[in-house]
């Protein structure tokens, strides 16, 4: 895994049963209509073949590691999902985001991926705007597809076939 891109301080490492409660706390924090219920990260965290979840994690001023950002994406090929990635307010601009999706399209390569599809709420633009610098395009609109009512606008990276795939 690559953390170059990381800010100092910061460190890119794989989500585990005991990061749950505090990626559940933000999870609430940040999406509270939408928040996954706990029992679905670690439901999430059980299924490895098709399932690759990370956590960035920076150290508070008493030197405590702190849960800054989570993200995780499903691959059953030819298709990989990103099912969830946010990073806490105060930290968002300072290209922790773009890191964690960087190692999750790697890990969609890794796992023989040919696209990366995701959901984003119309209403963040910033996402949206992270995602096409990234190459992502919107495919598709679901209607009212969160609580709120708010749609989602489907996007989708190609990545091509792997190498040694046959055509």
């Given at each position: 895994m690559t953390a170059q891109s990381l800010p100092d301080g910061v460190h890119l490492r794989d989500m585990t049963e005991a990061d749950v409660p505090a990626v559940h706390s933000l999870e609430k924090?940040?999406?509270?209509?939408?928040?996954w219920p706990e029992r679905m990260f670690r439901d999430e965290l059980s299924q490895p073949e098709t399932r690759r979840y990370y956590v960035a994690e920076e150290r508070t001023?008493?030197?405590?590691?702190?849960?800054?950002?989570?993200?995780?994406?499903?691959?059953?090929?030819?298709?990989?999902?990103?099912?969830?990635?946010?990073?806490?307010?105060?930290?968002?601009?300072?290209?922790?985001?773009?890191?964690?999706?960087t190692e999750l399209i790697a890990e969609a390569r890794r796992r023989g991926a040919e696209d990366v599809m995701l959901e984003v709420r119309a209403d963040n633009p910033r996402a949206q705007a992270l995602y096409r610098r990234f190459g992502f395009t919107h495919i598709h609109t679901r209607?009212?597809?969160?609580?709120?009512?708010?749609?989602?606008?489907?996007?989708?990276?190609?990545?091509?076939?792997?190498?040694?795939?046959?055509?």
């Open positions: 924090a940040l999406f509270p209509v939408d928040a001023p008493e030197g405590e590691p702190r849960i800054i950002a989570y993200a995780g994406v499903m691959c059953v090929p030819p298709i990989a999902d990103v099912q969830t990635i946010a990073v806490v307010p105060e930290r968002e601009g300072r290209g922790i985001g773009a890191a964690v999706l209607r009212r597809y969160y609580r709120d009512g708010v749609d989602a606008h489907i996007m989708q990276l190609p990545l091509g076939r792997p190498e040694g795939r046959d055509q």
